[in-house]
């Protein structure tokens, strides 16, 4: 099964990729991660057609069965968690609109379930991520977050006892 992992943001909006793979000690093999880039010099609306296409046309090339989304935390700034919000939303249409399964996680149960505490650093989660999937360097920060996402799902429900 693979897993597509988002982390929201207005500039570049990571993505990571990840299969399940029963006999890989992580139970997860790297597949894809980057970022899709926004300008700020193009309208809003726009930017956020890009992030929905080019999110839309991962999925159809990869065939996730699940998407696993970071939610928006409280920025400091109210107008850009709002557009923030905005981003992740173009994701939930891209993911809704191809059918599927939606989960969302917090910035502090990734953080918790990556590196194991709430607190850690995005190079801590960085480094757990390049350590997990067994990669030779680390993702950008964006798409580390993604992967973290990623794998927060596959983490969060093997003990569960859902049929992922």
């Known amino acids: 099964m693979i897993i597509l992992g988002i982390d929201p943001g207005l500039l570049k909006t990571g993505y990571g990729i990840i299969e399940i793979k029963p006999l890989i000690k992580s139970g997860a ?8 880039a926004t300008s700020p010099a193009t309208s809003f609306p ?9 999110l839309s046309s991962l999925i159809e090339e990869f065939q996730p069965a699940v998407v696993a989304i970071e939610d ?4 400091k700034n109210a107008q850009i968690a709002l557009k923030l919000g905005k981003a992740a939303g173009a994701a939930i249409v891209a993911a ?4 599927r399964r939606i989960f969302s996680f917090t910035p ?33 920060p964006d798409a580390s977050d993604a992967l973290a996402t990623a794998l927060c799902y596959l983490s969060y429900y093997k003990g569960s006892g859902l049929n992922i």
């Open 108 to 140: 502090l149960q990734i953080k918790q379930n990556i590196v194991g505490k709430g607190n850690a650093s995005k190079e801590q989660v960085s480094f757990m991520v390049k350590q997990i999937l067994g990669l030779e360097k680390e993702p950008s």
């Open 96 to 99: 809704t609109n191809k059918k």
């Open 46 to 54: 726009l930017r956020l057609k890009k992030i929905y296409d080019s």
């Open 72 to 75: 928006t935390y409280i920025a």
């Open 29 to 36: 093999s790297f597949v894809d991660c980057g970022f899709i």
